[in-house]
Nanobody, 122 residues
Framework: VQLQASGGGLVQPGDSLRLSCVAS????????MTWFRQAPGKEREFVAV??????IYADFAKGRFTISRDKSKNTVYLQMNSLKPEDTALYYC??????????????????WGQGTQVTVSS
């Protein structure tokens, strides 16, 4: 499975962005799709997961971010609203078949996109 992430950019606090991740080379519907992010000097952290019709969010993402899937396009999206400077990071999409308890762990995923940079700054 190959993953291609896009949609990052430089925005101001309070703005919105929608990240996209297109999957190819596999059965898109068979995989758990997740977004992670990594800021400079920090560990990669969980953002949101789409798992069998259910979505789970990190606390910082609840109420601001929305993960969704379009099966017809083999694409997973991350809609990010009310962006804050602390959301600045490289955002990665990932695909895999983690057990439920590992859904938030990078080690649960086999396939990774290349990352798309989100910078929130005034």
């Amino acid at each position: 499975v190959q993953l291609q992430a896009s949609g990052g950019g430089l925005v101001q606090p309070g703005d919105s962005l929608r990240l996209s991740c297109v999957a190819s080379g596999g059965d898109f519907s068979a995989y758990v799709m997740t977004w992670f992010r990594q800021a400079p000097g920090k560990e990669r952290e969980f953002v949101a997961v789409s798992r069998r019709g259910n979505e789970i969010y990190a606390d910082f993402a609840k109420g601001r971010f929305t993960i969704s899937r379009d099966k017809s396009k083999n694409t997973v999206y991350l809609q990010m609203n009310s962006l804050k400077p602390e959301d600045t990071a490289l955002y990665y999409c990932a695909a895999g078949r983690p057990i439920l308890s590992s859904s938030r762990s990078p080690s649960g995923y086999t396939y990774w996109g290349q990352g798309t940079q989100v910078t929130v700054s005034s």
